[in-house]
Every structure is written in C-alpha cells, then in structure tokens.
C-alpha cells in the first residue's frame, strides 16, 4: 500500500536588462527572440530508504486511511504501507528588453530544475520479525511500490531533459510593466508547461501503485507463508 504526496515550489528567479535606443524600441513592436543560449540541467535528489519495523495494527489502518473503503466495504488487512513524497523545484532567469517607458517584456533563458525526494519510507506491521516469511513476503511488496516511484520519478527527468529546452525556446514572453513584472509573467508561462509535463506521469505512478494494491494481489502475498 502506498502513501503519496508531492508539490512544486519555485524557489528563485533573477533576469538581466537589454536596454536598446528608442529607435531601436519603436521599430520593434515584438518581443525579440533570446540573443544568448538557453542553459538547462535537470538532476533527481535522492533519499534512501528508511524503514519502520514497530509500528502497529492500529497506526497502519489509520495511516492508509481506516480499514473500509468509502462505501463501507471492508478492504484486506493492511500488513505494510510505502509513505513518498518529492517535491520539484527550480530556479530561473530571464532576459528582458525594454519596449518602451512604461512596457518590458522578458523570455526565460535559464532553468536548474531538482527533483528531490523528500520522503521514501517503508512500514512493516510489528507483528513480523525482520528474517521471517511474512515479513520478506510484506517488504517484497513494499518494494514494488518503491520501484514505482523511483522509476516515476526517473520519468519525469526523461521527459523534463527530453521537452525543456523547446519548451522554452517556444514560450511566450512575459509582458509587464516593469522587468521584475514581466519575468514574473513569463515564469508564470513555463510553470503551466511544466504541470503538464508532470502531471501525466504523476497519475500514471498513482495507476500503477493503485494496480499493486488490488485484492488478487494481497491473496498472492499471504499465500506466499503458512500463517498470517
């Protein structure tokens, strides 16, 4: 059984002015394109698993969130339970030409994007000892849930290395009153490209852990040791 959170936090931007003539402004009625290179680099920050062999009964029903589901049907016992939670966090820069006295407009030119794991813990009812069949048969499973998340996460590095840099390059321009104004709006642009990145590949990882989780497969475990 698995556990999940996750949030985005933007953590830090900065931009750089272009500051052209006013010949220059009032000939160029658009934003111009980016003058430099766009930089990029996408890192996953991992934890490593922690492990919980002492909690009971009661604390993992509670945990997973009672032992019915939400028509009242009695769900299997609950015997482990995989907490996660990650979060994704990035710093970003601009460049921001002036358009006129009153009007700027910037493109994003430099994104450090993390996935860091905030959360990886495996609990084990306290009934099973470390060494025996029901407790290798519990953490077997608990792995699988562990796999799922490491492998989601994995994915999302994939596809944020695979799409940024286009995803950038194509952005729109923040427009704003001022430079501060209009990186703010452009950051604002590619937060809304990257939640659609991620969050395909979120609900997949929800799918597959729901897929772990399913009656058939909790008959399987405890069929693996005589006594439960």
């Not at 609990?123 to 492998?151: M, R, W």
Request: glycine content about 4%; proline content about 4%.
């Amino acid at each position: 059984m698995v556990n999940a959170k996750h949030l985005i936090i933007v953590i830090i931007f900065s931009f750089c002015t272009i500051e052209p003539s006013l010949i220059y402004a009032a000939k160029k009625k658009k934003c111009p394109q980016l003058t430099n290179n766009i930089d990029y680099f996408v890192e996953i920050v991992p934890k490593e698993i922690d492990y919980d062999f002492r909690i009971s009964q009661k604390q993992l029903n509670r945990m997973a969130g009672g032992i019915t589901g939400s028509r009242g049907i009695r769900r299997e016992k609950v015997l482990g339970l995989t907490s996660t939670q990650h979060e994704i966090s990035y710093k970003m820069s601009s460049q921001s030409v002036t358009m006129s006295k009153t009007r700027f407009c910037a493109r994003i030119n430099s994104v450090s994007l993390k996935i860091r794991v905030k959360k990886l813990k495996v609990y084990v009812l306290n009934k099973y000892k470390p060494g025996t069949c029901q407790y290798n048969a519990i953490i077997d499973h608990e792995h699988e849930h562990v796999s799922t998340f490491q492998n989601g996460l994995k994915n999302l590095k994939d596809e944020f290395e695979n799409r940024i840099w286009g995803i950038i390059r194509n952005l729109p321009p923040g427009i704003g009153t001022s430079p501060r104004r209009a990186s703010k709006a452009a950051f604002k642009h590619l937060d809304f490209r990257i939640s659609r990145i991620k969050d395909p590949i979120e609900k997949q990882m929800q799918i597959e852990n729901e897929n772990i989780d399913t009656p058939l497969s909790y008959r399987k475990l405890t069929q693996k040791c005589n006594s439960w």
